[in-house]
């Protein structure tokens, strides 16, 4: 049964990109449903690689001492890139060195001084769009402590970026 729902949420998706790309033919005809999370990836057609995992301290917060304490941060990217030739060549050059992709990641977040933790995941998403082979990156940034009373989730903003 949920296979049938999904296979109809992806045509009802497509149908109506279809449309809206007919009246701006900037937008893209397709899209992918990512049945995991439910959110939609347009990476038509594209490998990708995901980096899940990577914790960050941050100064990042409306409230002052957010931004002179700290808190813990969490990053998930997921960077669309083409992987063919690296896995004809086996050759680091040929692909995306995810240790330089974590140390920026760390850097602009261990750095930055911002009231939003939006305004850090769409820093994020530009710093990754600046890896040459990137095309398109889906940041989920989680803030795990967030200070409001009697509440114990994380907040987690998920945006993609061309």
């Not at 995306?96 to 995941?121: G, H, P, S």
Request: glycine share 4%; aromatic share 8%; hydrophobic share 40%.
């Amino acid at each position: 049964m949920q296979g049938q729902f999904d296979e109809v949420f992806v045509n009802f998706l497509s149908k109506r990109r279809e449309t809206r790309s007919r009246l701006d033919p900037s937008l893209p005809a397709t899209i992918a449903y990512n049945k995991e999370s439910d959110v939609k990836f347009k990476a038509i057609s594209m490998d990708a690689i995901e980096i899940t995992g990577i914790r960050c301290y941050g100064y990042v917060g409306v409230f002052p001492e957010e931004q002179k304490l700290g808190q813990w941060f969490d990053v998930d990217l997921t960077l669309a890139i083409d992987l063919h030739q690296s896995g004809e060549s086996d050759r680091l050059e040929d692909t995306l060195n995810y240790a330089e992709v974590i140390q920026r990641t760390k850097n602009i977040v261990e750095n930055a001084k911002f009231a939003l933790v939006e305004k850090l995941a769409s820093n994020l998403a530009s710093a990754m769009l600046e890896f040459e082979p990137v095309q398109q990156v889906r940041v989920r940034l989680s803030k795990p402590n967030a200070p409001i009373p009697h509440f114990r989730g994380n907040i987690t903003i998920d945006i993609t970026r061309p």
